[in-house]
Structures are given as C-alpha cells and as structure tokens.
C-alpha cells in the first residue's frame, strides 16, 4: 500500500540547555533575525487565518509549550495579514519561549463575541515592524519594549478595541525606542484598550523621536514608577541627546502614575512634548512634575494643555529655564503642592485656559503670560526677582492670590499686550490676601503697548493699573503737519487791502 509522501523534515540543532518555561513575544524584522538554533512552528499562510487550523503552520503541527513561534511570510511575499482566535484560549499555559514575527503589519485579534482570550510571556519585545493586538488580555512579568533592542530597529505597537495589558514586572521598564536603532518608534493605544504597569513608560529611553498616543474615551495608561518623556544623562547614566519624544493624551483618554512625570529629564534632553487635548483628556501626577531640568541644554520641552483637557500635579511643580507650559482654550492645570520649591523659571502661557495653584515661585528668568483665562492660588504667590508678568490690557484678567503677594530678591515688571479693544481705565492685577514687600522697590511697569501709558497703585489688598491713551508720535506729527498746512492755506486765502 503506497503512502502519501511527507514534506521532508527540518533538521536543526538542539539547543544545549533546557529552554525557559516563560518566555518573550518578540517582534522584528527579518533582516536583523538570528538564525534560530531550535525548533520553531512557523506559520505559513499569507492570507492569515485562525490560529487553531493546523493547515496554516507548517507541518501541520500546533505549537506546544517551549516553541520559539514565527509567524513569518512565506510561502510568498512579505504582506500585512491578521491571525484569528476562535473560541476561549489562554495561550499563558502554554509556555513560549519567543513569539516571533518576520513581517511587517501582523494583527492578533483576539476576540469573538463573548470569548475570552489571554496572552501570558515573560516580556513583550517589538523589535521592528509593526503589531497589532486586538481585544482580549497579555500578561508581562518583565519588560515590554518598542524598538531598537540587539538588531532591532524603529517599531510600533498598537493595542485597540479593548485590549488590557498588564505589566507586573518591577525590575525593567516600559520602553519606547529604547536603543539608537529603535528612532522613531510609537506606541498607540486606543479603542478603549488599558495599559497597568507596574514600571516606568520611557518615552525616547535611547534614542530620539519616538511618540505614544492614547487616545478616546475608556482608553488609559496607569504606569507606578512614573511617565519620563525624553531622557538624558545625569553624568552617570548612559543616555545622552535623545529629544523630540512625545506623549499625546487625545479625545478623553487618561493617564496617570503615583510616580514622577518629566519631560525633558536631564542634560541634552531637549524639545520633547506632552499634549493633553480634548474633553475628559487627563493626566494625573502624585510625584513630582517637571519640565526641563536645571542643566542649560535641557530646553525647548513644551506641555500643552488644550480644548477642556486637565493636568493634576499634587507634589513638586517645576519648569526649568527654556521651557515652557500652555493652557489654550479651556485646558485646566490645578498644582495642589505648597513646598516652596514649586517654581517657575521657563514660562508658564494662560491664553483661554485655567491655572489653579496652590503655591509658586517665579524665580530668575520666569515668566507668566496672562493672555486670557483665569489664574489663581489658594495660599501664596512670590516673584523673586527678574520676573515679567505680561497682561493683556483686559479688565477681566485679574491674578487671584488667597494667601500672600511676596516680592523680594529685586525688581519686578509687568508689561501690557494690546490684543484688541484696549483702552484707557483703571485695571485690577492682583488680589491677595496678606503682601509682602508689594511696592515700587520691587514691581514696576515695563513694556507698554503704543497708544498707551499707565502707573501702578498700590492698595492694601490689590495692585491697581491706571492706563492713559497717549497719541503715537506718527500721530503727534500727523497732527502738526495738519495744522501748520491749514495756517498756510488761510495765508493764501486772505482778502487783499482795498487800493486807494
């Protein structure tokens, strides 16, 4: 009796020493992939299909627990496909040591109707291309990594409709572009999936211009030991110049962490950015929030917040020199910390938007720019010198302060925009319920708008604006010119004497 031949078998090596029980989901492009030097089931439909069809691997075999799974591209081009799973699976029992794709664009979805799924590795490694997951929930115990990594380069991870992923570990961290070859990598988050780690999610940790987004209602990212965007070296650490990373927290998504949130973290990390945008957007901090750092080459960071998005720091709130944060458009920021360190040394732009703050301290070189909005804190507000405060020539914008105006160190100045429709009367700048040293010694007027002139009064509880409008000297000089032409032209006009 003849017997259908059999595809021959692959012959590898065995591996000298027994494989881990947990493993890595590992992501990379295949011009940069080892040799394996075990076995490894490989999927081998182009078009995708479910995961459970033994027809789609080859040999026919599903994986079992110690497979290296590829999910690679032949027979046939390399093209984006998606790998299905039917019916209640937990692919955590199952024990890989690597989950490995060879191509680019591979969607895992990982729900159907009311089934659930599970993903359980050791550490979730997307070390090129791209992956997609789904639905359903991926369990890490150790690192999860976008980009660069040995032999990797710039990687995205998406988690949409509803995916939980969940992070235990607590020695490693969450990366994005963690090594120079991993530039421009991304994470995205969305459909309502949920990010819980118990690290760190560095953004740019080792290289430059990577981004995360999370974005619309339900979806969300908790990570403990804190949100770093943009890092660079403290003289001890390895990482150096790596800027022009980004967080984006879109269409009332959340992030929050009981740890530390800072864009630009030390020396040379500069022109990174934190955008929080859109109704029910939020980031919460309980750590301390910085932005920039004291080093002079950690400049041009920038957090924005915009359209009804809100930012809650309820410990240490700084900005370094050179950097800035902005509220447009109805963005709330509320600082709840009272520690004299709180303290503004970049600049801080209100232009349509809410700054609620306990206590602050504009030092050095700090500005507030009081474009349109509403500013206020509920115990003290000190300008130690050096300071610009630059008000829009609107009777509405009033710096409330609830407990004491310091002035101290040296001068003070305050400078007036004319954004339109100014005009002469008397303004209130601040209110304040105690003041120290609130005198001409310490505040002064600075730069004035043409058309206009002012002085300040000092009240018990208020510094008062007093605005005068003064012709421009244009005017003044249209003005003469006008009356030494008419003169001339009476001259001319006059009647002559009657002759005798």
Known sequence: MNRPSLPPLRTVPRPRQALPVLGTLLVTAAAHLPTPAYAEPTWVSPLGGDYNDTTRWEGGVLPTPGSAVSFAATPGPAAPYTVQFTGNVNLSTTGFSRWQTMVDRVTFRMTSGSDAYSLGVSSLEVRGG???????????????????????????????????????????????????????????????????????????????????????????????????????????????????????????AEASTPGAVYVGYYATAAGNSLLIDGVGSKLSAAGFFRVGTADATSTGNKVTVSNSGKLTASNLFQVAVGNEVRLESGGTITQSNTTVNNSIRGDLVVDGGTFSGASLNFRDTGTLQFLDGEVSFTHNLTLEGGVHFTFALDPSLTVEVAGNLVLQNSMNYIDLVNLGGAAPGEYTLFNFGGATNVNASFLQLGITPDGFEGNLVFDTDRVLLNVVAVPEPGALLATAAAGLAFTYFRRRRAPHAPRL
């Open 130 to 252: 791209s992956m997609r997951f789904e639905g359903g929930a991926i369990n890490i115990s150790s690192q999860i990594l976008v980009g660069g990594g040995t032999g990797g380069s710039a990687a995205t991870l998406t988690l949409s409709n509803g995916v939980l992923l969940t992070d235990t570990g607590t020695a490693d961290n969450f990366k994005i572009g963690s090594t120079a070859t991993g530039a421009g990598s991304h994470l995205q988050v969305e459909g309502g999936s949920k990010i819980i780690s118990s690290e760190r999610l560095l953004i740019g940790s080792g290289a430059s211009g990577n981004s995360a987004t999370i974005t619309g209602a339900g979806s969300s990212v908790s990570a403990t030991r804190g949100i770093y965007v943009g890092l660079g070296t403290n003289g001890t650490s390895p990482n150096a110049g790596f800027a022009n990373n980004s967080l984006e927290i879109l269409n009332g």
